[in-house]
């Protein structure tokens, strides 16, 4: 109610002025102040008309229903409608004169102003065809296009008589005559909703497995879906095989994003930064122009984690192995084993019995946890990253539920390849069992944020308690592989 009074409460007060001076004003001797007082009646009751139909009809009623704010050029032109009906009522019913001799003559100033300002004239039919059409509103997100060439992208801010103004996403504010957005192609991102999917191309050798190549970029891309600056995570990313040229193989990684959060540079930016990193891991580059001569061995373009030079590299990422020495990591690295898990297979199961881990070469894991019954996802695992360290060195069941959110290539290190490097050298559990808990007071800091955990130990503490867990562990564990020969000769005997 306040807002309504605010706007039309001065030209109401000035049309029920008008009109009472021109009920009670019959005894004025001049003509002049009566005509003044009937005009000034048409015109104060064509301006609390206007604001009555800004408020109500455009504001209240357009407004709401589009979600988004009303062009300027329908808003002004209903406007100049009532007060071109306003002058013909004065015209006609104040001063007496014949409405069609004005509008005759009126008719022919108009094709004179016309030829001389056809350009603008051709603006303003632009702008009503736009908004009759709705091929863009104010709030879209709209690229012009000019023979296939980009040439504005931006934000429509504003669209007017004669000009539709946008700003781009660098803050740039073009002005753009509306009959030059009626020449161009437009791509109108926002349309039909705020929802889109975009398209990234990358281009890899025809050496790399198509299977692996989907492998890596879907898990580059799902990576950052769901997190703040990257795409939706539903509907969910997709990864196709677009075509082939001289370079090689063009993959196109699909995504959503929503323009209402976030601009598609932004968001072009996460995807990228986390493809290559998944790419960067794998071992991976972007196709490029070669022109090799072969004299010898062919040099490496991509590794190949079956190769064990390739597999210390692996292990060389993860920092409880940091303490290794070169021949010990080349020793474990040369017992690895390869798992491969399909999409949506477990590769660590909740409570099970385990003795070992894995790392993950290729793909994305997620980690799940129970909270009331319920699994809730509290995390993710990406190549070089590792799970599943503390049912190696201390025998415990398995903590969580590890699945494949793509298919993935990881390596099982189990207490087998690791206990003759123990054994050898003892001051390692020292050293790995401080790794290790530094690690997991990491991770049990994320558990409490998330509320499954109420906090994370002290480290000190955390360390002691799993060196003498790793000693105890590996300790038994010599003792019963000593005793396996006695029992077998007592079988023997």
Known sequence: MKEILRRIWFPATLFVVFVCAVLYGEDFESDRVRLGLKSGMWLSGAWL??????????HRLVREALGRPVPRLLTDGLAMIVYLSALTGILA??????I???????????????????????DIFTGLAVNIDQSYRIGDWVELLD??????????????????????????????????????SLINYSMPDEIFRAEIPFTLDFSVPPQRALRVLEAGVRAVCGHQGGPLAHPEPKVIIGATNVLGVEYRVRYWLNLSDITI????????????EHLRHAGLTLAYPKQDHFYGRMPVRQLEHQSEVD?????????????????????????????LVAAGGDLIARGEAGDSMFVLAEGLLEVWMERDGTKVRVGQIEP???????????????????????DVVAYEITRDHLMPILEARPALFEAISALTAARRVRAEETLAASGLNDGADDVHGL???????????????????????????????
Not at 93 to 98: A, G, K, L, Q, T
Not at 167 to 179: A, E
Not at 311 to 323: A, H, S, V, W, Y
Not at 465 to 482: C, D, E, Q
Request: proline share 3%.
């Open 384 to 406: 070089g990253e590792f799970a599943g360290e503390m049912s190696l060195l201390t025998g415990e069941p398995r903590t969580a539920t590890i699945s494949a959110a793509t």
């Open 147 to 184: 023979h296939g060439q980009n040439v504005i992208y931006g934000k429509v801010l504003e669209i007017n008589w004669r000009t539709t103004r946008v700003v781009s996403d660098d803050h740039r504010f073009f002005v753009i005559p509306n009959s030059r957005m009626g020449n161009v």
């Open 49 to 58: 008309l206007v604001g009555t139909i800004n408020y109500f009809f455009w």
């Open 100 to 122: 069609t001799g004005v509008w005759a003559t009126s008719g022919m100033l108009g094709i004179v102003v016309g030829l001389a300002l056809r350009s603008i004239i051709l």
């Open 265 to 276: 540079p932004m968001c072009r930016h996460a995807v990228y930064g986390s493809v290559l």
């Open 311 to 339: 597999r210390e590299k692996l292990l060389r990422r993860i920092d409880i192995f940091g303490c290794l020495a070169v021949t010990e990591l080349r020793q474990l690295a040369a017992e690895l084993t390869p798992k």
């Open 93 to 98: 019913y104040v001063f007496e004169m014949s």
């Open 463 to 493: 360390t002691a308690h799993i060196l003498g867990k790793m000693k105890s562990f590996f300790r038994n564990i010599a003792a019963r592989r000593h005793r396996a020969p006695a029992r077998t000769a007592n079988v023997g005997e």
